[in-house]
């Protein structure tokens, strides 16, 4: 039995009060469905099985260049960003797993171990961070990382990526993931060629120290903080990065580091037929990589990407394994709500997309019948299977309503009584 | 008779070594000039009499919301920073005034003038900051300032822009500019029409204050910081604005602030059309609000935005006036360096623009000439004024070559000697 | 009695097959609904009286510069036109209105009178143009045509305006939808201030003889045809155009002209409060102007537009009676059926608009709670309206499932067998 | 010696009147180059041994979906076609090879060469056309040609292009260039695994037929024709498409065939990288694929493309051997005069990228020195080096200034008397 920090008291009380609308909206949607040949409690078996990776910085809040405004009860350390994990957790049933950054939740591995636990969680991919610079850190990543021009600094970054290996290693990761801000900010500040050349050299000597049950994700975006090239900047580098490196490596997606107008699905679509389809980093974004809550700003396109991926699950792509995460920044809410309807969002996508009849799909395919094609797509994802995740969250012991019990359970009011208040932050970049 | 805190020998020891390569140049440039019908030495005087402000927060090192890595030497307050403007305007001879940021660079405004005037140096608008907290400050503008949906808050801001006109009207400043982050991350967050209504009642209420000789100038942002939807999102909102409050209020034109693809140039024509633009803060951006260093990314798009001032100051457009001010954010080089050359491009754009045989291009408008009207700007564009620009820098005591005399005159290391080092910081927003 | 073109018992036929499951789907929807507060037959009387006009050129297949596929069965005239959006009132019932394309659409006024009344079907606005040349025209637009910088194509331009509202008086018009190409495609072609001051000069000889019962729609587009500037380049500019002439003119908003990211819902909310928002050219689009079935590609966007919409009719916004209309180019798809679905999803995107807890939302956002404001939207935009969509079709008459119903009278073959197959065409533009 | 559809003496006569001043400029330039450790004439020679191959199609009027407005003396078939293309190269003597497109350009070969020799031109690469429907084709593209879901249309598109190879080999050309507009205009009309594995068999059935000294380049867009998906969208797909090929197969690069703000230069080093760049169509754009005038828009850009090439061809890069095209659409302008600017500005490119002092870059890229590093990008491009382009066209006996050359000579006025004016077109699209 693991601890709870919610009193299931309340949950429990919140879901009496919503148990006879959902029992209705169920059964009513079972109906419907089933006259559409779709069994919703196989749906809801499966939509029950699916889980996505949480960040640990992801419960802290977020900013931008220009000012943070930190909210109460910010977590300490990654201890405490544990119990806010375990939380969204408990809430959603959604979420076992939890992503470190390191240096940021370096801790001794055995009590990280213990405190997650204490809770049911595991950890996900290890996060290497070389895009800023740690306290006491030898050589400045100011001008770049495992790319920079100088070698003793693409050696302490290759260490420090090996070094999150070995605490992975300890707590039970089977992945490393490495996103790098470098680039430059002018045309001719790096040579292209050369220090994607350094990139690799060096990835290759991290890629060399990778247990053989790990993956190593690469991730790509095309700017920010670099402002005029970005080293790994879309996914045809990310695929040359993942086919040069071996099979282990394979590529993130993160949706919102694309450029204006891309479609995205397709790329997943050419990854998974390429065998490099590593996983997600899921948000949701207007302009650039706003990191705004999953399925926010466009959920038709959050359903669109899951479609791809329900497609090769049903046919079983050879090398189709992606994992999951949710990784956003929380500048206006508190992160917990965030997450917990972010996870829910990245459910419903997938549990939309299990309702496209793709007998008919194909059939539309087949025969140029574009319209009626289409229209497959937004029968599904009109339907409104909110009782579905409802009752999978339900059914593990979750909430039917997450924010409701999460706000009646006083969560927030708690913790921030006990962790101190952080000042507000920005000022001297503009 | 001001200081200089660049030795003028060693200014003029470069000079030396560069001034017979300038004079043949220009004196070939003459030559070149004078078989297209331009007086070179009347476009040096206009050159010569043209300056661009620079901000005090550009001479501190940018960051993103990833990290900052601070150079040496980096300025500890705005005495720091005028002294570090004064260098800049030593060897350029281009950016006799510094706008301030309250409250950056709050001071006693007596010290702030006696300590600009030692360097020759005066003040162009005030900026006021509602888009981060102050240290002790009452009201947050986590979510939102002039446009908050608090009206405690929306006081506060109105306040704290009044405060800067008061400290501008002492220190001989002539200029409001407002630039707000307010907006949302999330659709339904805010209520559109309602809080441009706050905003505006906000706006008219420090009108309302302005002295009758200043200026107010607003500026539009697409988004950063906010990510779904921004307050003054547009020039169109920002011309619905600048026509509300009255004849001294203006629109200030941001060069990176605007959506993938569109055409500034054009707005800029329609603002002098309108009577209604205030100015610029000039930067380039190959992405988002990208703050490079002018001109190092598309400069023929700055020429374009010059071709239009050059067009309205020739044809004496009606209430053309702008104001012209540097806004960039330095985050891989030495700022004084990006400020320098930025001075300059800002003035290599106006020299080109000088050039644009007028009278030809206007017949071929006229005469449905696309090809001939186009090149007749580019064979403007492509002339090499540099020997323009140095001589206008040598006439007036600066340096023919200002990045080659700033770093023989070791200025950043005598600074980093008396300066304390900065930590680098970033880290807990991804 | 109108007449139909789709024999009504093979609509009642589907509809027979359909009802059952339709009354089910409503009645639990009604259920559903009430919980959350809210009269699914108040809904359904509003959507009921819910209507979008047709644009005559719809119904024929579209193309790019590349190549143009025909259909078979494409209208030959407008006669055949109003034929076809008399099949796509029948099953809809919901575009009772046909816009006309002069001179394309150019007949005997009371012919189309005529043409149009066995149908039951009326015209909406008159819609001109300049951006295309006509056989045996005077004057050529490529180089514009009410911006043009010659006198006698301005002219012209102007009376084929005014010609298009005489037709349109005849037939019961009662607006002029004015969209020009005008623009350049190279920096320096055109003098931006000069050729738009010919535009303002133009429009108000045209406004000047619009009746005084008449609205003028101006239409913004960022670029294509003119790949450099367009004069009518976005809303800001159509803001000026419309306050220029007068109260009778005003904005119209065609969903896919603006640049990429820019937030469109907006734009509306902003026209609404400053009076100027004349109606809608409804489509989609991924890229560019892609001119796709309307919520093909975003349908959330379509939806925040919608909510805008109805924010301003609950609040009853002065001024406030927008021109509702579909503008899409069917290239891969039988046009008849692309109208139909896209009829049916601006109707969507109206009832889910409806079913908005205002309210709440209201005091979610004076409370700075985004989250759940913005989950607010989002539980109406996923709630599944089709039942009521259905019933309002069905219980005018039209049809439960109208592409169905379509495909089963077999219109297409019917009509294909008649009209003259069209050779495909493209090729010499690359 | 060949024929000259410009009378030489009119060549001559304006290269009197320029020549003086050109020597002038030419001799000053020299110095000032001189000064910079470079060679004037060393430049002129690779600037003269330069060549760009110009499109048949490129000397017709384009136009948009809207309208075409085709200019006078429009050549009627691919014999009036080359005369149009010497005319270009007798004045630049930049442009010896002219690209074909079937069946556009199809005819007898012997007479195809016969007529490319009379005027001293070659053939470059040949272009197959599935983009659009020929007269008489048996199946459609309508949904696509080489990834069409029917077997006999993808053959029938197989075909097509080995005819084309055919035709190449008969003539002397040497390379296969296949661009497709296949893709989907909404989600789920494709599936995008599906196609793309239609594709790769048709290109590998293409491949197999390849004479062993032929190279076959394929060409990634964005969008347009096809508005949700395109099958070849990026360089990502492109990179996939050419290894999975082989040896001979290299991707071509069309600078507006990006998504917004994408950094093409960058594309192109890693194209260099890994041994797949094969060339290039050359145009420029401001909003998405606009096909104007090489250099009209972004001339920095451009010049950052070819200082990737200049690195590559300095280090010798290994299988570095790109092809050089203009493709663009001439909507406004004289299409032979669209030309000549635009090859001079293509080689102007790679003349300021000759001027990049690479060890200085190199130095400074290795010191992190990135405001040097970006200003040495600057000096280079900065140059003036029109009189190198001129003198490299007089020395060839081109023309010093070949527009007025070409204008005087009253080319188009004589060829507009013998070939049929051609009615302007347009409608039904909108």
């Known amino acids: 039995?693991?601890?709870?920090?919610?009193?299931?008291?309340?949950?429990?009380?919140?879901?009496?009060?919503?148990?006879?609308?959902?029992?209705?909206?169920?059964?009513?949607?079972?109906?419907?469905?089933?006259?559409?040949?779709?069994?919703?409690?196989?749906?809801?078996?499966?939509?029950?099985?699916?889980?996505v990776a949480v960040p640990s910085w992801g419960v802290g809040t977020?900013?931008?260049?220009?000012?943070?405004?930190?909210?109460?009860?910010?977590?300490?350390?990654?201890?405490?960003?544990?119990?806010?994990c375990s939380v969204i957790n408990q809430l959603t049933r959604a979420t076992p797993n939890v992503s470190l950054h390191i240096?940021?939740?370096?801790?001794?591995?055995?009590?990280?171990?213990?405190?997650?636990?204490?809770?049911?969680?595991?950890?996900?991919?290890?996060?290497?961070?070389?895009?800023?610079?740690?306290?006491?850190?030898?050589?400045?990543?100011?001008?770049?990382?495992?790319?920079?021009?100088?070698?003793?600094?693409?050696?302490?970054?290759?260490?420090?990526n090996l070094e999150c290996i070995e605490i992975g290693k300890t707590i039970?990761?089977?992945?490393?993931?490495?996103?790098?801000?470098?680039?430059?900010n002018f045309p001719g500040q790096v040579n292209f060629t050369r220090v994607f050349e350094y990139y690799l050299d060096a990835m290759k000597a991290i890629y060399a120290d990778?247990?053989?049950?790990?993956?190593?994700?690469?991730?790509?975006?095309?700017?920010?903080?670099?402002?005029?090239?970005?080293?790994?900047?879309?996914?045809?580098?990310?695929?040359?990065i993942a086919t040069e490196l071996g099979d282990k490596a394979q590529c993130l997606v993160d949706l919102g580091h694309h450029a204006p107008n891309v479609n995205i699905e397709m790329i997943v679509a050419r990854l998974i037929q390429?065998?490099?389809?590593?996983?997600?980093?899921?948000?949701?974004?207007?302009?650039g990589d706003d990191?705004?809550?999953?399925?926010?700003?466009?959920?038709?396109?959050?359903?669109?990407?899951?479609?791809?991926?329900?497609?090769?699950?049903?046919?079983?792509?050879?090398?189709?394994?992606?994992?999951?995460?949710?990784?956003?920044?929380?500048?206006?809410?508190?992160?917990?709500?965030?997450?917990?309807?972010?996870?829910?969002e990245v459910r419903r996508a997938y549990a939309l997309a299990l309702l496209v009849d793709r007998k008919a799909l194909e059939g539309y395919q087949q025969s140029d019948d574009a319209l009626m094609a289409s229209?497959?797509?937004?029968?599904?994802?009109?339907?409104d299977v909110e009782p579905i995740l409802a009752k999978a969250r339900l059914d593990a012991n979750g909430a039917i309503d997450p924010i409701a019990a999460y706000r009646k359970a006083g969560y927030r009011q708690r913790v921030a009584a006990v962790r101190p208040a952080v000042a507000a932050g920005g000022g001297g970049i503009v």
């Open 274 to 287: 390429f065998k490099k389809l590593g996983g997600f980093h899921f948000n949701d974004s207007k302009y």
């Open 62 to 84: 977020g900013g931008t260049r220009f000012a943070k405004f930190p909210g109460t009860g910010e977590p300490r350390d990654i201890f405490d960003k544990l119990e806010d």
């Open 375 to 383: 229209e497959t797509l937004k029968v599904a994802f009109r339907t």
């Open 103 to 160: 240096p940021w939740d370096k801790a001794d591995p055995n009590r990280l171990k213990q405190a997650a636990s204490r809770f049911g969680l595991g950890f996900d991919a290890m996060n290497s961070n070389t895009f800023s610079d740690a306290p006491g850190q030898q050589n400045s990543y100011r001008f770049g990382s495992l790319a920079n021009y100088a070698k003793e600094t693409r050696q302490q970054a290759i260490e420090h």
């Open 291 to 344: 990191d705004l809550d999953t399925g926010s700003i466009d959920p038709y396109r959050l359903f669109l990407v899951f479609n791809e991926l329900v497609d090769a699950e049903l046919r079983q792509a050879d090398g189709f394994e992606p994992a999951h995460m949710l990784d956003q920044s929380h500048n206006v809410t508190d992160p917990i709500e965030s997450l917990i309807r972010s996870a829910n």
């Open 1 to 51: 039995m693991t601890d709870q920090l919610i009193d299931q008291s309340v949950v429990d009380q919140t879901n009496e009060a919503n148990r006879k609308a959902l029992d209705a909206d169920y059964a009513h949607l079972g109906e419907h469905l089933a006259r559409r040949g779709i069994d919703i409690d196989a749906v809801l078996k499966k939509v029950s099985a699916y889980t």
């Open 210 to 240: 990778l247990p053989s049950d790990w993956k190593l994700f690469t991730e790509h975006k095309m700017y920010e903080p670099a402002f005029y090239s970005t080293v790994v900047q879309d996914w045809g580098t990310n695929y040359l």
């Open 172 to 184: 039970g990761s089977k992945a490393l993931t490495v996103w790098i801000g470098d680039g430059s």
